[in-house]
T-cell receptor, first 115, second 116 residues
Framework: AQTVTQSQPEMSVQEAETVTLSCTYD???????LFWYKQPPSRQMILVIR??????QNATENRFSVNFQKAAKSFSLKISDSQLGDAAMYFC????????????FGTGTRLKVLA | DAGITQSPRHKVTETGTPVTLRCHQT?????MYWYRQDPGHGLRLIHY???????DKGEVSDGYSVSRSKTEDFLLTLESATSSQTSVYFC???????????????FGSGTRLTVV
């Protein structure tokens, strides 16, 4: 069975600085997707970035980028130029590209942004 | 505008009473999922559906049942609510293949259920 681990329950970053959130996963599959979701206090789940396992190039979305290390089964999220609006819970998620396509989530990292 | 709605948004119920949460989608997606979110546990899958009347259990299905009689509706029922079922419940929809900008799950806005 696949597992997703986020070992940092809480992180803090100074506004305008850079922060990296860690995620590791375990799977025996070769075809899968990885995601980072943001959950602000509104409770809405917002897709931040996704990575296809077959792609070697790390995904980027504006200030958000990932460091995808497939052999190490590591998928960290880097947030550059942190803004107050980045404060939220961040969830790492795994999705197989076969079967029932259900997602497996990590336990989340709460990010605080300090002014 | 996301095409998925959950109702109710908040509910307080008493221990031992039955509770039904509703998830409604207008996207015609085949797959629907119910998760619960608890501090320290992230989101855990309760049940999911891969078509009308086709459902299966997730990792935390005890005490819950589901039904899907139409593509657009996926109901989650707590037969006899307990305090351990106090949680935030999320519905999500998905298609197996990426179509256009359909990346990842689309989530509902969640239901906060409190069992007293």
């Amino acid at each position: 069975a696949q597992t997703v681990t986020q070992s940092q329950p809480e992180m803090s970053v100074q506004e305008a600085e850079t922060v990296t959130l860690s995620c590791t996963y375990d799977t025996s599959e070769s075809d899968y997707y990885l995601f980072w979701y943001k959950q602000p206090p509104s409770r809405q789940m917002i897709l931040v970035i996704r990575q296809e396992a077959y792609k070697q190039q790390n995904a980027t979305e504006n200030r958000f980028s990932v460091n995808f290390q497939k052999a190490a089964k590591s998928f960290s999220l880097k947030i550059s130029d942190s803004q107050l609006g980045d404060a939220a819970m961040y969830f790492c998620a795994y999705r197989s590209n076969s079967g029932t396509y259900k997602y497996i989530f990590g336990t989340g990292t709460r990010l605080k942004v300090l002014a | 505008d996301a095409g998925i709605t959950q109702s109710p948004r908040h509910k307080v119920t008493e221990t031992g009473t039955p509770v039904t949460l509703r998830c409604h989608q207008t996207e015609n997606h085949r797959y629907m999922y119910w998760y619960r979110q608890d501090p320290g546990h992230g989101l855990r899958l309760i049940h999911y559906s891969y078509g009308v009347k086709d459902t299966d259990k997730g990792e935390v299905s005890d005490g819950y049942s589901v039904s899907r009689s139409k593509t657009e509706d996926f109901l989650l029922t707590l037969e006899s609510a307990t305090s351990s079922q106090t949680s935030v419940y999320f519905c999500a929809i998905s298609e197996p293949l990426w179509t256009g900008d359909s990346y990842g799950y689309t989530f509902g806005s969640g239901t906060r259920l409190t069992v007293v």
